[in-house]
């Protein structure tokens, strides 16, 4: 996949799956503004520091990209939060810091980028969505309700801005080896290489996925090769749905 001359925002860069896309992106010749709450040390042409709870700063993003950038085709909403707990174990801090991430602040970024893609006659959003999204797992109903809330806003958006020549997807990854999932063992006590180890046994391709295992339907996702789709929910999961 070719990118030259294409110009991108990713949030979340500096996580396992966000560093693996910006690397992959840039190395297919797009040019990267990346984003997360400290981008310092990652190689990319433009570098935009922030929390995506203020909102304030998720609005400005998409305008700020691009005119860092010079123009804005692409916009991958990939940061996000997890917590961990059924309704009853989660704290109004819980709910707020989920939704503010997860739904909040990609709703706020796709509604500043969207007009700006309008205006250049197109673009590419990919939304980072979950299998959880599609189908909840247990014991993280907050998590598990704000990807269906993504995944819903993705096909809305898709249908409604197809038309200005904007297609906007979402990938929905099971089991990832970035500091989410690892950082989650840890918390529970487990090594998490171990933990890594014995969850890929449950997976029929054998492992969980690395970041760059997302990182390329992403990259697809945006590119050109995937020009009819629009609104599109994404699984990557190595053979292993969420039941
Ligand atoms: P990660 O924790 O490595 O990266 C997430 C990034 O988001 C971090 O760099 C973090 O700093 C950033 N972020 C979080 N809150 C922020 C805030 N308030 N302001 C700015 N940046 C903020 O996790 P990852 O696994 O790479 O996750 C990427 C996406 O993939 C997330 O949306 C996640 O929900 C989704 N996902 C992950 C898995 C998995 O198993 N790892 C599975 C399905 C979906």
């Known amino acids: 996949m070719e990118f030259t001359g294409k110009t991108a925002l990713v949030t979340g860069a500096a996580g396992g799956i966000g560093a693996s896309l910006v690397q992959r992106l840039r190395a297919a010749g797009a040019r990267v503004a990346v984003a997360d709450r400290s981008v310092d040390g990652i190689d990319a042409e433009v570098h935009l520091p922030g929390d995506l709870l203020d909102p304030t700063y998720a609005d400005a993003l998409p305008a700020k990209a691009a005119e860092a950038l010079g123009s804005l085709d692409i916009v991958v909403n990939n940061a996000g939060v997890i917590t961990r ?41 990919v939304n980072t969505a979950s299998c959880w999204g599609l189908r909840p797992g247990p014991d993280h109903a907050i998590y598990c309700m ?88 994404v699984e990557v999961n190595g053979g292993k749905p969420v039941q």
């Open 85 to 125: 707990g059924a309704v009853t174990a989660t704290s109004d801090d819980d709910w707020a810091l989920s939704l503010g991430v997860n739904v909040e602040a990609p709703f706020r970024i796709c509604r500043a980028a969207i007009p700006i893609m309008a205006a250049a006659g197109g673009g590419a959003i």
């Open 146 to 233: 704000t990807k269906a809330a993504i995944a819903s806003l993705t096909q809305c958006m898709g249908q409604d801005h197809a038309h200005q020549g904007i297609r906007i997807n979402a990938v929905c990854p099971n089991e990832v080896n970035t500091p989410m999932l690892r950082s989650g063992f840890a918390k529970r006590g487990f090594d998490p290489d171990t933990a890594v180890a014995e969850l890929g046994k449950s997976v029929p391709l054998g492992r969980i996925a690395e970041p760059a295992d997302i990182a390329d339907v992403i990259l697809f996702l945006v590119s050109d090769a995937a020009r009819y789709m629009c609104g599109a929910l």
